[in-house]
């Protein structure tokens, strides 16, 4: 990454002309994990990424890995998005859990109408994107021009360093029909709530956002529909922007997770060979209980992201054999997903378990990780009974009953 290739705007806005490679960008996510450790109490403490750390994912582009090329990004493998969020998570689970809406919401703008996509991108192309997709929050009329939206959200995650946030709403559509319509804000036409304040992720900002009867124009909405996936034109190299999106958003939730929990499990094992059992002065190294344990953990952690590379190379796989995946294929890849996550909760529940009375000092990472894993573990992508059962219930003939996938 270069100088010459950043131009920065005012004291803490940054514009990367081009992200680069894929490649690149994974790098620029190991480069930054030393970094992201040294910012994690003060983040904690902030309830949000510090402005320093804003810049650094703008210069690093690593938000950009699904943008389009016309505007900079990479348009790269849902693989490599996979390892930008595992190489951040390693230095801050909240960094990375922010990470994971700057780069999915940038994903799904690319689906917007070309006019949204050069109000975001255009003058900013590293902008950064928050969002929430709770439709049953808003509300939506159709005016003339566009739309008015009103209503409150909550989970808003990096919001307070956003530059747009994604909204969705209910409103009206075709033939008197409820239809899940999704709008793109900037910054200045929602207020921020300061409402986050969590067990765990508490740097990730995610506060309330409350929108008071805001005009947004057609071009900066769209609909769900718009987001299911389509059939990439044959010789597309890069299948991205042709993946349905609701489906896959679980994978990127755990791959955030994923770095946090293999940093913990890494942490527990340095300092495992150098503790010494405090009531009997026993190197506790020795102790067979332990070498299950890691063990154990270890294995979890391997099996989460083989999984997690299983739903990427298997969704590209079927998009570029010329089709869409199924309802049972959607479903399947939530339901990995989802259970990619428990293997996560198992690791650091087993080396939070080995580890004593120590780590229930705020001073222990070991503190921090369970915590955060066990915030991570209650997102909708990674309730194990609603994805689970949504695959199971697929799986023996029964509809599909997520209407976003």
């Given at each position: 990454m270069t100088k010459s290739a950043i131009a920065v705007r005012g004291e803490s806005d940054v514009v990367f002309a081009s992200a680069g490679s894929e490649e690149d960008l994974v790098q620029r996510a190991?480069?930054?994990?030393?970094?992201?450790?040294?910012?994690?109490?003060?983040?904690?403490?902030?309830?949000s990424l510090?402005?320093?750390?804003?810049?650094?994912?703008?210069?690093?582009?690593?938000?950009?890995?699904?943008?389009?090329?016309?505007?900079?990004?990479?348009?790269?493998?849902?693989?490599?998005?996979?390892?930008?969020?595992?190489?951040?998570?390693?230095?801050?689970?909240?960094?990375?859990?922010?990470?994971?809406?700057?780069?999915?919401?940038?994903?799904?703008?690319?689906?917007?109408?070309?006019?949204?996509?050069?109000?975001?991108?255009?003058?900013?192309?590293?902008?950064?994107?928050?969002?929430?997709?709770?439709?049953?929050?808003?509300?939506?009329?159709?005016?003339?021009?566009?739309?008015?939206?009103?209503?409150?959200?909550?989970?808003?995650?990096?919001?307070?360093?956003?530059?747009?946030?994604?909204?969705?709403?209910?409103?009206?559509?075709p033939a008197g029909r409820q239809e899940d319509r999704h709008f793109l804000l900037p910054r200045s036409d929602f207020e921020i709530l300061d409402t986050w304040r969590s067990v765990g992720l508490r740097g990730t900002c995610s506060n309330d956002a409350k929108v008071e009867d805001v005009f947004v124009p057609e071009h900066m909405t769209t609909t769900v529909e718009s987001l299911k996936g389509a059939v990439p034109p044959l010789g597309v190299e890069s299948v991205c922007f042709y993946v349905p999106r609701y489906a896959m958003f679980g994978v990127f939730i755990t791959a955030a997770a994923?770095?946090?929990?293999?940093?913990?499990?890494?942490?527990?094992?340095?300092?495992?060979?150098?503790?010494?059992?405090?009531?009997?002065?026993?190197?506790?190294?020795?102790?067979?209980?332990?070498h299950?344990?890691?063990?154990?953990?270890?294995?979890c952690l391997r099996a989460s992201r083989l999984m997690l590379y299983g739903v990427c190379d298997l969704a590209t796989a079927i998009l570029k054999s010329?089709?869409?995946?199924?309802?049972?294929?959607?479903?399947?890849?939530?339901?990995?997903?989802?259970?990619?996550?428990?293997?996560?909760?198992?690791?650091?529940?087993?080396?939070?378990?080995?580890?004593?009375g120590g780590v229930i000092y705020d001073a222990n990472p070991l503190s921090r990780a369970f915590r955060d894993i066990s915030t991570a573990a209650r997102h909708l992508t990674q309730n194990w009974d609603i994805n689970a059962g949504a695959h199971g219930r697929v799986v023996l003939g029964l509809p599909i009953d997520n209407p976003s996938l």
């Open positions: 190991t480069a930054l994990i030393s970094t992201l450790r040294g910012r994690c109490d003060e983040t904690e403490e902030r309830r510090t402005l320093e750390t804003r810049r650094d994912l703008m210069e690093s582009g690593v938000h950009r890995i699904f943008q389009p090329r016309r505007f900079g990004g990479v348009e790269g493998s849902m693989r490599a998005g996979v390892d930008i969020l595992i190489e951040t998570g390693r230095g801050c689970a909240s960094t990375a859990w922010v990470l994971v809406q700057n780069m999915t919401h940038n994903w799904m703008v690319a689906e917007w109408p070309i006019e949204a996509q050069e109000a975001v991108w255009g003058q900013n192309p590293a902008a950064l994107l928050s969002g929430i997709l709770i439709p049953g929050l808003g509300k939506a009329r159709r005016v003339e021009g566009g739309y008015r939206i009103s209503g409150r959200w909550p989970f808003l995650s990096g919001v307070n360093i956003c530059d747009w946030a994604l909204f969705t709403a209910f409103t009206e559509g994923l770095g946090a929990a293999e940093a913990a499990v890494e942490t527990y094992i340095d300092g495992a060979r150098k503790r010494v059992a405090t009531s009997s002065s026993v190197g506790l190294s020795s102790f067979p209980t332990q299950v344990k890691v063990s154990e953990a270890l294995a010329g089709r869409l995946p199924t309802d049972e294929e959607r479903t399947r890849f939530r339901s990995e997903a989802a259970f990619s996550g428990r293997l996560l909760v198992q690791a650091v529940n087993l080396v939070w378990d080995a580890g004593g």
